[in-house]
Structure formats: structure tokens, C-alpha cells
């Protein structure tokens, strides 16, 4: 009976830590259900129609450590503008339901390489949204993908997950390297400063008391 008890403490202690969030967003333009578990493995389910941008969102998983499942239906015989930019609010509703600042890192950066290509990310769940967007892409397409979007997606996860985030591609050659350091550097930001801090256990990260 006690090592039963005690393996029930554990599953309740698991439970409670694992940080999830379902979010749909319905409009004329786009129908979209996004899913998170902060505290996942890497996982990913997607389909957006945009192959590039799923490829993408597939960094943001694998390198933060975050299950991401994403659905989406939009009006692509259009542009892929309203889907992109859809995805990033959504997902950054999912992410702001799925978190307590309290107890965490707040926090998060890192530099991230491919090949010639260099960036880096810096990001804070301040309850404050701003983006500082520095990327010049050499070219304005991947395949039929519009490099352009993707300060759309950043800009509406921004607004909506309530972060600070500056995006800095410092060096590249390939539009497609130049673009995945970026994913790829944002994941792991955001796998730094949504962790838990030991030291700042049941503690708001800031020194107003709340974010």
C-alpha cells in the first residue's frame, strides 16, 4: 500500500507539471486548431497546406522540446497570408493558456547555425508583446514560399503569446538556411525560458510581482 501511494504521488506530481493548451481559431479566412504540451518530447503533428511552413514549425518542436499539433484550413487560392499569420496567433494563444510564469526561466536566447547561415533569438515572457525583426533574406522565395510571411507568423505569435522577441539572421547566403537557423534558434529560446527554475520555485520572475 505505501509504494502504491507513493507511485500515485508521482503520477499526480507528473500530471501537474505538464503544461498543455488547445486553442481553435475560426474566421472567414482560415480554421485552425492548434494543441501544445510544453513539457513534450519534440513531437509534431501537422497539416497546414504549406509544406515550407511545416517544415518550420517542425524546428520550433524537435528543438524546444515541445509537442505541437496544428490543423489548418485557409484560403491558400488566395495567398498563404492569412494562413501564416492565423497559424502564429494561434499558436501564440496556446502558448500564453498553456504557461504559468511563475517559477520559470522568463528568459530564453540562443545562436544557431546551418551551414553559412548564423542567427539569433532572444525572448522574454514579459506579459508585454514587442518584436524586433532584423532579416534580409537574399531572395524573397523558398520554392513558392514567400519569405515575407514569416514576420507575420513571429508578429502575430508576439501579439498573442505576450513575449518580448528579437529575431537577428546575422549572416547567410541560402534563404533556406537563413530561415531554419531562425526556427531552429527560437525553439531553443523558448525551450530555455519557459523551463522551470529551481532556485525561483512558486516565484514571478519579476520584481512588480506579476507578468
Do not use: C, W
Request: hydrophobic share 40%; proline share 2%.
Amino acid at each position: 500500500m505505501i509504494i502504491r501511494a507513493r507511485m500515485l504521488a508521482i503520477s499526480t506530481t507528473v500530471t501537474e507539471l505538464m503544461r498543455t493548451a488547445s486553442v481553435e481559431r475560426n474566421t472567414k479566412e482560415t480554421q485552425i486548431s492548434v494543441t501544445v504540451n510544453l513539457d513534450g518530447t519534440g513531437k509534431l503533428e501537422v497539416d497546414t497546406g504549406l509544406p515550407f511552413l511545416d517544415h518550420m514549425l517542425d524546428q520550433i518542436a524537435r528543438h524546444g522540446l515541445i509537442d505541437i499539433s496544428v490543423k489548418a484550413v485557409g484560403d491558400l487560392e488566395i495567398d498563404a497570408h492569412h494562413t501564416v499569420e492565423d497559424i502564429g496567433i494561434t499558436l501564440g494563444q496556446a502558448f500564453d493558456k498553456a504557461l504559468d510564469r511563475t517559477g520559470i526561466r522568463r528568459y530564453g536566447h540562443a545562436y544557431v547555425p546551418l551551414d553559412e547561415a548564423l542567427s539569433r533569438v532572444v525572448i522574454d515572457f514579459s506579459g508585454r508583446p514587442g518584436l524586433d525583426y532584423h532579416v534580409q533574406f537574399v531572395k524573397g522565395t523558398v520554392g513558392a514560399f514567400d519569405v515575407d510571411l514569416f514576420h507575420e507568423f513571429f508578429q502575430g505569435f508576439v501579439n498573442h503569446s505576450l513575449v518580448t522577441l528579437h529575431i537577428d539572421n546575422l549572416r547567410g547566403k541560402n534563404a533556406h538556411h537563413q530561415i531554419e537557423t531562425i526556427f531552429k534558434a527560437f525553439g531553443r529560446a523558448v525551450r530555455m525560458a519557459v523551463e522551470a527554475d529551481p532556485r525561483q520555485e512558486g516565484v514571478v520572475p519579476s520584481t512588480k510581482g506579476s507578468l
